[in-house]
T-cell receptor, first 114, second 110 residues
Framework: NAGVMQNPRHLVRRRGQEARLRCSPM?????VYWYRQLPEEGLKFMVY????????ESGMPKERFSAEFPKEGPSILRIQQVVRGDSAAYFC????????????FGPGTRLLVL | DQQVKQNSPSLSVQEGRISILNCDYTNSMFDYFLWYKKYPAEGPTFLIS?????DKNEDGRFTVFLNKSAKHLSLHIVPSQPGDSAVYFCAATETDKIIFGKGTRLHILP
C-alpha cells in the first residue's frame, strides 16, 4: 500500500509564475490536508479537503492560494504569482474519516522562488 | 500567537540514556496531543498520541505524559538510540486540523 505521494519533490519558480503542487492520498483515504513549513518553523495548517469539497480553509492566505481535490485525480495546491515569501516546504497529509491523529504525511514539495 | 510551544530548539542526549522532550500548550479545548518525528527531506511520521482524558500513554520505548492542569506534555524516549536523532514535533488536534509546535532537534551522542 503506497503512502502519500507528492510531486514534484522540488520546484523552482521565478517571482510572478504559478506553482502547482500535487498530492495523491493513501489508498482508501478520502481526506486531504495541506500544511506549510517555513524555515525554522513548525508545520502550519492551510486547508482540509474531502473529495470535491473544501471543509476548512482557515489557514489559507486570502489571495493567490487555492486548493482542490477533484473526484478523480490528485489534490492540487495552486499558488499564483509566487513571491519569495512563498518559498517553503509544503506537506500533504491524508486520513480516513476521523480521528485526526491518523493523518499520514507525504514527503513534501520544496518550493523555491527566485 | 503560538498555541503549541516547544521552548527547546535542540537537545543532546547520550546514547542509552533517557531523552525528555517538553511541550506546553495554551488551548484547553484540544482533543488529542501527538508527537511526530521528522527526518531531513521527509514528511513527519506519527509516533505516539494521548487523549486529553488520559495522563500517560506508552508504546515501546516511547511514553507521553500529559499534565492538564499545567497544560504541559512530555515525550520520554528510553533508552535513546542513534536512530532517534531527528526533529520532534509536538502537536495537538483542534477539530480536524493539527496544530504543530516549532520542533526540537534531538541529537543522540555516541
Amino acid at each position: 500500500n503506497a503512502g502519500v505521494m507528492q510531486n514534484p519533490r522540488h520546484l523552482v519558480r521565478r517571482r510572478g509564475q504559478e506553482a502547482r503542487l500535487r498530492c495523491s492520498p493513501m489508498k482508501g483515504h478520502s481526506h486531504v490536508y495541506w500544511y506549510r513549513q517555513l524555515p525554522e518553523e513548525g508545520l502550519k495548517f492551510m486547508v482540509y479537503l474531502q473529495k470535491e469539497n473544501i471543509i476548512d480553509e482557515s489557514g489559507m492566505p486570502k489571495e493567490r492560494f487555492s486548493a482542490e481535490f477533484p473526484k478523480e485525480g490528485p489534490s492540487i495546491l495552486r499558488i499564483q504569482q509566487v513571491v519569495r515569501g512563498d518559498s517553503a516546504a509544503y506537506f500533504c497529509a491524508s486520513s480516513p474519516p476521523r480521528p485526526a491523529e491518523t493523518q499520514y504525511f507525504g514527503p513534501g514539495t520544496r518550493l523555491l522562488v527566485l | 500567537d503560538q498555541q503549541v510551544k516547544q521552548n527547546s530548539p535542540s537537545l543532546s542526549v547520550q546514547e542509552g540514556r533517557i531523552s525528555i522532550l517538553n511541550c506546553d500548550y495554551t488551548n484547553s479545548m484540544f482533543d488529542y496531543f501527538l508527537w511526530y518525528k521528522k527526518y531531513p527531506a521527509e514528511g513527519p511520521t506519527f509516533l505516539i498520541s494521548i487523549s486529553s482524558i488520559k495522563d500517560k500513554n506508552e508504546d515501546g520505548r516511547f511514553t507521553v505524559f500529559l499534565n492538564k492542569s499545567a497544560k504541559h506534555l512530555s515525550l520520554h524516549i528510553v533508552p535513546s538510540q542513534p536512530g532517534d536523532s531527528a526533529v520532534y514535533f509536538c502537536a495537538a488536534t483542534e477539530t480536524d486540523k493539527i496544530i504543530f509546535g516549532k520542533g526540537t532537534r534531538l541529537h543522540i551522542l555516541p
